[in-house]
Nanobody
């Protein structure tokens, strides 16, 4: 099992940027494909982005393409989500997830390990 801790959330104005981090412990993150999901108030949790174990394959949901960037630094045992051009509709709790696989997936039920989440609030 790997333990995941997200950080970097906060309150930002529309058009602003944040960088979320997901620090892993317990096992090396290089063994895992990583994903980011988010849950807005009153809505179901949804896929945002994912990255393969090596970092050479990434997936994004359409609403964040061109604005968000997922990356990883296996030497630091950390995954990142850069959020640019933020919109009020990006307001949500953002969760990091890990899947012991080479390739990532957009399916929430295929991730085995989850962090506790970090709040991102975008004001208009």
């Amino acid at each position: 099992q790997v333990q995941l801790v997200e950080s970097g959330g906060g309150l930002v104005q529309a058009g602003g940027s944040l960088r979320l981090s997901c620090a892993a412990s317990g096992r090396t993150v290089s063994s895992y494909a990583m994903g980011w999901f988010r849950q807005a108030p009153g809505k179901e949790r949804e896929f945002v982005a994912a990255i393969s174990r090596s970092g050479d394959t990434t997936y994004y949901t359409d609403s964040v393409k061109g604005r968000f960037t997922i990356s990883r630094d296996n030497a630091k045992n950390t995954a990142y989500l850069q959020l640019n051009s933020l919109k009020p509709e990006d307001t949500a709790v953002y969760y990091c997830a890990a899947r012991m696989s080479v390739l990532p997936t957009i399916r929430e039920d295929e991730y085995d390990n989850w962090g506790q989440g970090t709040q991102v609030t975008v004001s208009s």
